[in-house]
C-alpha cells in the first residue's frame, strides 16, 4: 500500500542519473546525447537601439550573418537532443572542445570560464513546480562575446527568461542602449530571483510541517521532513557554486563585461548571496524538525503510557479485591449477607473513584482535562 | 484547539513573505511597493554647531535648499508607501537605480555599497516587542553624502533614534561638532545597541526554560525551544552581515568618512561582534535544551513505566493468590476453617509490604520518597 | 548466526591493515613487499603521431632505450610484488628514494610532489565490484618526466585505462599529437571518471535505504546505513586530497605541463569537484538516514504501544467484571436467573464494542484501519 | 522543592546582565556606574632596579608625579563605583573618552586597541570559586603607555596578581630590571595561567560525571551536564578574543613592546591557544556525555521493561491457570480428588521454574544475576 | 560492584594532571620538577662518516667537548626529575629561559620556535601499551643547533628512536653522512610512524565494537564507545599541532636545515596528514557507533515490546474466558455436562493457536522464528 513513499519528481531522478554520464576514459569534448532529451531549436534575438528581431533558425550557419553585426545577437538555443546541429552551433561560435562538452553533458557544476574572447558561465535555472513539491531544475550555459551571447537550455518549455524578452522587445529599460554582456546579466539576474518563488514553497512546506510536527506527527510528516531536507541539499548544490560564480564574474578582469555592468552583477550577487541565507536557514529549520519530530514523539509515548499505567493501577486493585472475594473459603466476612455483594461493589467504586480523584489532584490528567480531549489530540 | 501553535508575530511574518519580492526578470531598479506599507513621511533636521533645525518636509524637492549649505542635513524618509515620493527623493539625491531599489524593495541583506560620492549602508534594526515574544524587525537604509545624511526607515512608528534627536537638539556630547559620518556612525551605534535589551529578553526566556525543561516538560516546552530557536536563527542572520558591514566600513578607503569617526566605528564594531558572540552563545545554550528536553522525556519515562512496573509486581502475586484459592478444588487447605480467609489476606499483605520494602531497600522508590511526591513532580 | 554482521569486503580490509606498513624509526626509502601482493609486470606503450608500440617488458632496463627517443613513452607498472624489479626501475628512472617509497608502500595519501625535472602525482582509483557492495579501491603513481610517463599501479588485474590505450593505439582524438603531460591528463581524468560509476552505486543504494527505513526498519537496514556511511567516508579520504593534488598541478608553475594541458585539467578538476559535492551530498542524506531510522523505531515502538494498551483497556474491564461475578456472596443480582449469565455476556459484548468504537472515534485506529494491516506493515 | 535546579552563583548571573548595559543611542563615553559596584581604590606601584614603592593613593592627580619620572609606576585601579575619580584618572592618563568607556563599561570583549601612545588592552580574568562550581570572572583593562601601566580591575577583593606584586617587590627575575611592557606581560601572563586551575576543576567534574552517568544517570546529572555545558560556552567566550588580542599584540607594530618582551607574549600566546585547546576538548567530552545519558536511559528502560515483561511471562500462565480450575464446570479433571489441588500448584510451581531456567539459560537474566543485583544498581 | 568502570590508564590521568602545573604568576623560566619523575640520564652519541661512539654522561659540562668538534652530537637526556642537571644542561646548550621552561615544564603544545642559532621543536610522542587499551603518550623536545642536536624525553624507559640509534651505530642508509638536522628528521620521523601502530589498535577495537554493537549492545559497550572517543579526542590534540609544527619547520627560512632534508620534511608531513586524516575517521566512525548503538537499544525495546504484547493479546482473552465461567450465575451454558470443560479448554488452545498463527502470518514473529531464537540474540 505504501510501496513508493519516496515519490520522487522525475526531473529530480533524471538529474540524478545524469550525475554519472561521464564515462571514464572517454574523449575529453565527447558530447553525451540524452536519448530523450528533446530536440535542439535555435532562436535568435537580434537588437540594438533602434530595433528588435527575433528569428526561429534551423540552420546554425545562419547566425554568422548577425554575428559579424555591431548589433547584440541573443542565440538561444534550446534542447540538447540534436548532436549535429550542437556541433555546427560549436564550430559556428568557434566553441573549444571542452566548452561543448560542458555546455551539452549536463549537468555540470555552476562555474566560470575566461576563454579570452570568450566568457564561458555555467549556471542552473530553478523553477517551481505546479503542484508545490520538489523544483523543476535545469542547466543554463552562457558564452558571452564580443556583441553576441549563445545561451544552451536543457528544455525548450519553460525558462523564466520571458521578461528579459519583452523588455527587449518593447524597449524598456536600458536594455536595448547596452551590449551583450548586460543581456547575461539580465538573464543571470532572471536566473537568480528565479530560486524565491521555489523558496517560497519551501518557507510553505515548513510552516505547514512546523504545526503538523507538534499537534499530529505521523510517519509522513518524518517522510515530508527528510524529503524537505533532500531538497534543500540539492538547492543548496545548485545556489552555492553559482555565487562562487557570479562573484568570480565581477572579479574577474576580462574586458567582455563593462565597469557599469559590474556594478548590476553585485547587484545580483547580493541576491544570490540572500538566496544563499534562506536556503541555509530552511535547512537549519529542517533539521531543528527532525529534533522536533523525535520529541513529539517521545512525547506521545509518554502519555500512551500513562494512560495505560492510569487504567492499569485502577483495575489491578479492583481485580484482585474481585479475585479476593472469589475464593472458596467458606467462612469470609459478609458473603452470607444480602448486602455484602453490594458493600463489596460500593467499596471498589470508592476506591476507583479515589484513584481517578488522586491522579487528577496530583497532575497526572491535567494538562488533558478529559481522556476525549487527550486522545482526540493523538489521531494518527 | 491547539490549532496555532506557532503564532508568529506579525513582523515576522510579513518578513518572510517580503523575502520573496524580487520578481524574477524585472527591470533593475524596478520599485515594489507594498500594498500595506504606511505613507511616506520625511523629517529634516539640519544642525551646525550653532543651530539644529527640525521640519517635516512634504514636497521632497524642498530638501534642495537644505543640502546645498555647509551645515548638516538629516534626511529621515519614514514609510515605503508612497512610489511617488521614494522616486522624487531618488532624483534630488542622485541615487543610482540600483540603490533606489535596494532602499525601498525590502529586505535586502545588510551591507555597504561604495559609490564614489555616495557611501550606501543597508541596516537592520531590531527592537523588543511589549509581549516579549520575538522582536520587531526593519530595515533602515543610509546613504551618506558630502555634508548630507539620507536615512530610509520601513515603518515611521517607532526607532531607536531619539536619543541621537535629543543629543542634537540639545547640543550634548559632540555631535553637533561634527559632520554627517559622525551622525551615520551615532545611528548606527543606537542601531546595533538596540540588539542589547532584545537579547536580554531572549537570555530571560532561556533562563525560564531551563528551569522548566527540566522541571516539567511539556508539549509547549517543546515549542518554545523551537521557536527560540527559530528566532535566535533571524537574529543572526540581521547580525552577521552587519558586522561584515560595519567592518568594510572602516577598512573602506572613502574620503566622506574622516578617520577619527572610524575610531568611532572600531568600537561600534566590537559591539556588533558582541552581539554575534552572545547570539551564538544563546543559539548553542537553546540547542542544548533541546538534548536535554529529549532526555527530561526519556527520564519520566523511565519514572513512568517503574511506578507500572512496580504495581504489576505487587498485585501480580496476590491476584494470583487469589485466583489460586478461587479454583474449584473440593480438598484445599484451610478452605473450611473459619481463619482461613484472614490468615489468606495476611499473607497477602506480608507480602506487598515484603515487596514494598524489597523495592524501597533496592533503591528504586529512593529518590521518590512518596508516590504523591513523584506525581506532584510529574504534572504535566 | 549473526556472527559476521560487518563482512568487509577484501580489499577494503587489506586498505586498513595496509594503512600501518609506516614502521616507526625505519630508514626513508626502505621498501615494504606485502606477501600477498601480485607479482610486477611491465607493459611499455611507445607513440608519437606516426606510431604506437605496446610492448611487455621484463627487464627494466630495456626501457632506457625508449627514453632517449622524442616519442612519448609510457611506462606501465602493474603489481608491487617484486622488490628487485622496483628498485630496478628506480634507478632506470633515477627516482629519488623517497619517491620509490611513495610509489611502493601503498596506500599513500593523494599528493603531487615537483621535483624539477620530474613530477609525482600519486593518486587513489576507484572501481565498482560486481556485486554493488564497496568498492575496488587501488593507488595509482604517476612519475611525469620528459616525454614519458611512468605509471605504478597495485594490481595488474583491472584499471579504468583500456579506453584510453585504444584512443592510443587507433589514434583517436588529439592524443597522439599530445605529450606526455597530456597522457598524464587523459589517465588522470580517466581516474577522476571512475568515481562516477561508483557513487551511482551508493546513489541506488541510498534510494533503496530511503523507502527501507520508512517502510520497513530492521536491524540490518540500521547496519546497511552504517556501511554506507563508513564507505563513503572512504570515498571521501580518496577524492578530496586528489583534488587538492589536481589543484595544485594546474597552479604548478613546473614546465613539464604545457598551457594547454591545464585547460584540460581544470575541467578534470570540475569533475573532481563535482565528485566531492556528490559525496558531502550522500554522506548528509546518509546521515540524515540515520535519524529517520530513529524516528522510524520510535514510530513503531508508539504503535506497538497503542495496541497493547487498547487491547489492556478492553480486557482490563471485561476481566473484572467476570471476577465480579466470580465472588462468592450469596446475594447477588441476577445470579440464580436463567438469563442472568447471558445478559451479563451482553453487558460485556456491548461495553467491548462501545470502546472499540471510542477508540476509532477519537482516532486511535483511523490511520491503521484493521490491525491486520497494521502488522502486515511491521513485518520485521 | 526543586525550584531553583539552576542555582546561578552572582558572578555569573551579574555577567548576564550587565551584558545589557550598552543603551541605545546613547553618546559615546557614557559612564555607567554600577550601583552594587565597589568604591574605587587606587594603589600605585613604582619601580626601578633600585627601588619599588608601594602607595594607596586617594587623589588620581597624585599620579601625574610618578608618570613623569623614569621609573615604571603601575596604577592599578580596583572597583568601579566612584564616577568622579574614574573620570579624574582618565584625565591624568589622557584617555580617549571611548578607552575609558570600554575601561569601565563591563563587560567589553577581551581585544587590543592601539592608540600610538597608547595600548589597550581588554581582558578577562577567571578565579575558580571555593565551591568548586562555576568559576569567579571579571575584566582586566591594561593601558600600557610611555613607563606607566593602568590597570582597572572590576573587583578589588581578588586578583591572581599577588605573584608578581611579591616579585616586584623582592626583586625576584628580572621584572625590575624591565620596562612597563614587560609588568603588562607578566600580568596578562598570570591572567592566562589563572584559567588552569579552573580548567582542573571542570576536569574533576568531568570525570565524576562520566562515573556517574553510567553507573547512575538521574535527572541530577543530566542538571549537571547541562550545567557544565553552559559554564564551558562562558569560559569559551572568555579565552577566544583573549587569544587573538594576544597574538595581535605580538604581531603589532607599536614601539611600547620591546622585542624581548615580544618572545615572552610568544609563550604566553602558547598558553593561551593549550586552554582553548582544552576548553574545546571538555566541550567535546560533554557534548558526548549527553549522548552517553541518553543512551543510559535506554539501558536503563530496557532493564525495566525487561523485569515487567519476564515477571508478566511468570504470572500471566499461572493466573491462567488458576483462573481455568476457578470455572465452575462440575465435570473438571482432579477437583474432587484430596491431591487436586496440590498437583495443581505442583504444576504451577514447575511451570514457573521452567520459565524462570528458561530466561536463565536464554541469556536474559545473565549480566544481572540476581534480581537484586539488578535493582541494586538502578537506585535513583 | 562497577566502582571504576572508566579506569583510566596511569599514564592519561597523569597527562590530564600535569596540564595544570602553570602556576599563575611565576616567573618565567620556573621548573616544575614533579615529584614522581624518574632520574635524569644523558646519553650523547657522537658521530660523523667514519665513527659514531655512545657515551652515557653524568656531568652535563662534559658535553661541551663534543659540542666544540665538527661531528654530529646528540645528546638524549631522559626524565625531568632533576631540576640541577637539567638547569645546568640549559647552561651548557646556551637555552633561553623560556626554552627550558617549555622542555621541562610538560606538557606543552607540539610547536616549534626559532631562535636564530638554535631551533626549538616540541613534539609528542606515542607508543601502545600492552593491554591495547590507551596509549602511552610522552613530550619530546629537541633543541637543534650547528652540528648538534639535544633531545629531552619524559621517561627513560621506553621510546621508539633505538631503529635510528642502530642505523647511526650500523651506518645504514645516509644518516652518518648527514648532519645534525637529518637526525632530527630521522627522530621526528620516526614519532610520526609510531602513530601508526596504536592507530592500527584503535581500528581493530573499532571493528570490534562495531559488531557489537550490533549484536549485543550493553553497557559496557556505550563505556567503551566513550572511551575511545576520548582517547581518540587526546590523540587528536597530540597530532593537530604536531602536522602545523612541522609545516612551520618545512616553511621556515632559518638556516640549520639545508634544503635536502626539506625534501625528507615533506615526506614526514605527508605522514602526519595521513595520520590526522585517520584519526578524523576513526573519529567519525566512533561517533556514528553511538548512534547505531542507540538506534540498537531502540531496536531491542521494540523487540521486548513485543514478546510482552504477543503474550498479552494471548493470555488476556484466555483469562478472561477462564474468568467467565467462573462466574457464579447458575445457569450457564455447559456447565453441567461433563464434556463442558474440555469443550471450553479446547477452545482455548483453539483461540491460542488462531492468535500466534496470526501473529506468525502477519510477521510480528517472522525474523525471530522462534522465540528462543530471539532470546538468544538478546543476551545481556
Chains 1, 2, 3, 4, 5 share one sequence.
Not at 560549436?90 to 551539452?104: K, R, S
Not at 523564466?160 to 551590449?179: A, E, S, T
Not at 506527527?217 to 518524518?222: D, G, S, V, W, Y
Not at 519530530?293 to 481485580?319: C, G, Q
Request: contains cysteine; charged residues 25%; hydrophobic residues 40%.
Amino acid at each position: 500500500m505504501i510501496k513508493k513513499l519516496f515519490q520522487r519528481k522525475p526531473q529530480v531522478i533524471s538529474q540524478y542519473q545524469e550525475d554519472f554520464y561521464h564515462q571514464p576514459g572517454a574523449i575529453p569534448g565527447t558530447l553525451n546525447i540524452d536519448r530523450d532529451a528533446p530536440p535542439t531549436k535555435i532562436v535568435l534575438i537580434d537588437y540594438n537601439q533602434n530595433k528588435a528581431i527575433t528569428e526561429n533558425i534551423s540552420i546554425p550557419e545562419n547566425c554568422t550573418a548577425y554575428l559579424n553585426t555591431e548589433s547584440v545577437s541573443w542565440v538561444d538555443v534550446q534542447g540538447l537532443g540534436d548532436r549535429d546541429i550542437l556541433q555546427r552551433i560549436g564550430t559556428v561560435f568557434q566553441l573549444h572542445p571542452l566548452v561543448l562538452e560542458d555546455v551539452v553533458n549536463v549537468p555540470e557544476r555552476p562555474k566560470i570560464e575566461d576563454y579570452e574572447d570568450q566568457l564561458v558561465i555555467i549556471s542552473r535555472m530553478v523553477m517551481p513546480t505546479e503542484k508545490a513539491d520538489g523544483f523543476h531544475s535545469e542547466q543554463v550555459s552562457f558564452v558571452l562575446g564580443k556583441n553576441y551571447l549563445l545561451t544552451v537550455q536543457e528544455q525548450p518549455t519553460f525558462d523564466c527568461f520571458d521578461p528579459v524578452r519583452l523588455r527587449i522587445r518593447n524597449n524598456k529599460g536600458i536594455i536595448r542602449k547596452q551590449g551583450a554582456d548586460y543581456l547575461a546579466y539580465a538573464l543571470l539576474d532572471a536566473i537568480i530571483d528565479g530560486f524565491f518563488p521555489v523558496l517560497e514553497d519551501y518557507g510553505e512546506r515548513i510552516e505547514d510541517l512546523e504545526e503538523e510536527v507538534i499537534v499530529n506527527p505521523t510517519r509522513k510528516t518524518l517522510q515530508k521532513i527528510y524529503t524537505i531536507r533532500r531538497e534543500l541539499l540539492q538547492l543548496r548544490r545548485a545556489i552555492w557554486p553559482q555565487r562562487s560564480a557570479i562573484n568570480a564574474l565581477i572579479k574577474d578582469s576580462n574586458e567582455l563585461i563593462a565597469e557599469e555592468v559590474r556594478i548590476y552583477l553585485r547587484d545580483c550577487y547580493d541576491h544570490a548571496v540572500q538566496v544563499m541565507d534562506m536556503v541555509e536557514t530552511y535547512r537549519e529549520l529542517a533539521s531543528g524538525l527532525m529534533d522536533v519530530y523525535l520529541s513529539a514523539l517521545s512525547n506521545r509515548m509518554n502519555e500512551i503510557m500513562k494512560l495505560l499505567t492510569v487504567f492499569s493501577w485502577i483495575f489491578l486493585p479492583l481485580t484482585f479485591i474481585a479475585g479476593l472475594y472469589g475464593m472458596n473459603f467458606e467462612y469470609m466476612p459478609g458473603v452470607k449477607t444480602p448486602w455484602g455483594f453490594w458493600l463489596c461493589v460500593a467499596a471498589m467504586v470508592a476506591i476507583a473513584i479515589c484513584l481517578l480523584l488522586f491522579f487528577r489532584l496530583s497532575g497526572w490528567l491535567e494538562s488533558s482535562s478529559t481522556i476525549k480531549d487527550v486522545l482526540g489530540e493523538q489521531k494518527f
